[in-house]
């Protein structure tokens, strides 16, 4: 038998059951095994059924495909659908919304993991639209561009383009999609060299919130809010990027473990090597930090591993690595490899932690800085420690992220080119608050702890605005934090949100409006 008549023989036979009897047709089982029948209300999916593609696919609730699209990485205000799509065309997609539309459902793209933000909360029923199948990869016969389909995985774009001697910047970790951090910038480990993932977009194929499918690319109005500010404005199918010759394959990671003791010298280091009277990362270097308990290591309080990574090289240059050395680290080792090592040795490839759904609760709570206040450094490694290492805490696994990428390419881009507002900060900070959900009183917690620690850096920063990186937020940030606090900003983006999506279809993921 034909596919799609499987899929709808199977509808069907849904459709016909009387409410919440347990019948099992060949392609998805019926809505009982997820929570209230009602939930499905009175729309036939059946009329859909029948407009997509032979090889598109719908998850119906009952069944494992259906619970394995809709968990989420982080469980703490997530949406709610009561049936996936998973269209293998465009087309696929223009009907789902047409039919959404039709129906007055709410919809929602998904897509790779990370998207954490509580705003997602707001989708209490209605189609999720789960782009996996959508991954094609086709480089361009001059090798200076290549199409990518819109559920493609950073993981797999990198080894698509690595076999043919090509790379581009994607998000550090394997698991997030290629678009997903895109639409809001997307930091990468090459943007020293290249600029943002969003800043190598040419062009992509958008279906908007009436259905209607369009080219979006530098003729368009809407470009510019697509790279920044993206989730807000449509359903990206496929886009054209840029890409480059591979030229510096080889990698080199110096990982130094510091006591939290020395938390205030460790990043006045930083700061006199790259962050202050003038100075800026090298293209060639990237410098991370976690913080974290580990109590094999040190028992009483989290650990600071500083992480100096580059390029080009089998062993960091002792310029970079000397400095932190004479502070005495507790220990000191060296990896050198391949660019695609990268993930594996920060802890984000796809065999990682960060890439399993392990029902925990994982907000985020970002903030960019210029430099480090070493001040506030303590200070916060004060709280950090405290709600990490006491005897009863919820938060024992947490992991407070510090980012610094070379900026060249980031800024060599003029800062009104893009919806993406923050080419002028340095470093991405943000505190991971993982914990195991336990009700609205543990969430208030987090909530306080994390906003907390962000304040203490943010007063610390010396900014008059808070600036926050849309693909980390918690949710409570606002659009002025996410794409903006200048006026003409704001102005712009109400301006094609009204025009573009005046009922608000795409806001579920940092609302514009």
């Known amino acids: 038998m034909h596919h799609r008549s499987l899929q709808v023989a199977a509808l069907l036979a849904?459709?016909?059951a009387v409410a919440c009897r347990n019948v099992q047709p060949v392609f998805?089982?019926?809505?009982?095994?997820?929570?209230?029948?009602?939930?499905?209300?009175?729309?036939?999916?059946?009329?859909?059924?029948?407009?997509?593609?032979?090889?598109?696919?719908?998850?119906?609730?009952?069944?494992?495909l259906f619970d394995d699209a809709v968990a989420r990485w982080s469980n703490l205000s997530t949406p709610v659908a009561n049936v996936v799509v998973v269209p293998s065309t465009e087309h696929d997609i223009v009907e789902t919304v047409n039919f959404a539309n039709q129906n007055s459902?709410?919809?929602?793209?998904?897509?790779?993991?990370?998207?954490?933000?509580?705003?997602l909360g707001k989708m209490t029923h209605g189609i999720e639209i789960h782009m996996s199948q959508l991954n094609s990869i086709s480089i361009a016969t001059d090798g200076k561009t290549a199409t990518i389909g819109g559920g493609v995985l950073s993981h797999n774009l990198t080894d698509t383009l690595w076999a043919a001697g090509k790379q581009t910047v994607t998000g550090t970790c394997e698991c997030v999609s290629y678009l997903g951090p895109g639409l809001g910038g997307g930091h990468g480990w090459l943007q020293g060299r290249y600029g943002l993932v969003s800043d190598q977009f040419v062009s992509m194929n958008v279906v908007l919130a009436n259905g209607s499918l369009i080219t979006v690319d530098e003729n368009s109005e809407l470009f510019w809010a697509m790279k920044g500010a993206g989730h807000n404005f449509g359903i990206v199918t496929s886009m054209t990027s840029k890409i480059y010759d591979i030229q510096h394959p080889n990698y080199a990671m110096e990982t130094l473990i510091f006591s939290g003791d020395q938390v205030e010298a460790v990043y006045e280091v930083a700061n006199e090597q790259w962050l202050t009277n003038g100075k800026t990362m090298p293209v060639d270097l990237i410098n991370w930090s976690y913080w974290y308990f580990d109590p094999t290591t040190d028992a009483e309080k989290p650990v600071i591993a500083m992480y100096l990574i580059q390029e080009g090289v089998n062993t960091v240059n002792t310029t970079y690595t000397q400095p932190f050395l004479d502070l005495g680290p507790l220990s000191n080792s060296s990896?050198?490899?391949?660019?695609?090592?990268?993930?594996?040795?920060?802890?984000?490839?796809?065999?990682?932690?960060?890439?399993a759904k392990?029902?925990?609760?994982?907000?985020?709570?970002?903030?960019?800085?210029k430099s480090y206040n070493t001040t506030a450094q303590g200070l916060v490694y004060d709280l950090f420690k405290q709600a990490t290492t006491n005897a009863s805490t919820p938060f024992s696994n947490a992991l407070f992220m510090f980012e610094g990428y070379s900026q060249q390419g980031v800024k060599a881009i003029n800062d009104d080119a893009t919806a993406f507002a923050y080419r002028a900060d340095n470093l991405l900070v943000a505190p991971l608050l993982t914990y195991t959900p336990n009700g609205p009183a543990l969430d208030e917690v987090a909530y306080k702890l994390g906003n907390q620690i962000r304040q203490v850096l943010y007063e610390g920063s010396g900014e008059t605005s808070l600036n926050t990186y849309v693909n980390y937020a918690y949710g409570d940030e606002t659009a002025r934090a996410w794409y903006g606090s200048e006026a003409w900003r704001q102005e712009r983006l109400h301006a094609l949100k009204e025009g573009f999506d005046p009922t608000g279809k795409f806001s579920f993921y940092a609302p514009i409006a």
Not at 35 to 57: E, F, H, I, P, R
Not at 337 to 349: F, K, M, Q, V
């Open 14 to 16: 849904w459709a016909a």
């Open 28 to 64: 998805a089982p019926t809505l009982e095994a997820r929570g209230d029948c009602d939930d499905a209300g009175d729309v036939n999916y059946t009329q859909l059924a029948t407009k997509l593609s032979a090889t598109a696919q719908i998850y119906l609730p009952g069944s494992d």
């Open 105 to 119: 459902l709410p919809f929602l793209t998904t897509n790779g993991f990370h998207g954490s933000i509580t705003t």
């Open 335 to 355: 990896l050198s490899g391949t660019y695609r090592d990268l993930a594996a040795w920060t802890g984000i490839s796809l065999d990682s932690t960060p890439c």
């Open 358 to 369: 392990t029902g925990n609760a994982n907000p985020r709570f970002p903030i960019y800085l």
